[in-house]
């Protein structure tokens, strides 16, 4: 599996729902960190930024995924930014990817994000750094 196979299986495993920049670098942020083993050594790597951990290469492979139409990219409701959906045809092909996947990752997956989602942004950011602490190192965030 490549990380954009990775990152299908994580944006897929929101069921529907749209994830925002925060939840996908966080979910990928803890994919990597967590199950390093079974990510191998071509995954993301993620960098202090201003809100924790962040790799824009996410970016441009969920965009890449959009040219292939796994994934739809839509901005939110103010405009301000980005969010990211599996289409039809990205949940099939995660699907896929995860039955041929290890079931304990691919549960994995399921969870965290699903975890992400029902936090709101600054919950979300005091989580990670508090498990963490490093990335904090250039955070504008404050708790």
Partial sequence: MDRKDWLLLVI??????LLSPVQLQKSMFLLGEEQKSAVGKGFYNF???????????????AEDLERQG??????????????????????????EIGECTNKQV??????????????S?????????????????HSVFQD
């Fill in 12 to 17: 897929a495993a929101a069921e529907g729902d």
């Fill in 47 to 61: 960098i202090p930024y201003a809100y924790g951990p962040f790799c824009v290469d996410l970016y441009h492979d």
């Fill in 70 to 95: 796994l994934v739809s990219i839509h901005l939110n409701l103010s405009g301000r930014w980005r969010e990211y959906r599996a289409t039809p045809a990205g949940v099939e092909r995660a699907r």
């Fill in 106 to 119: 691919v549960d994995y997956v399921s969870r965290t994000v699903n975890w992400i989602k029902g936090m």
């Fill in 121 to 137: 942004f600054h919950q979300l950011v005091k989580e990670i750094y508090d498990k963490y602490p490093a990335y904090r190192k």
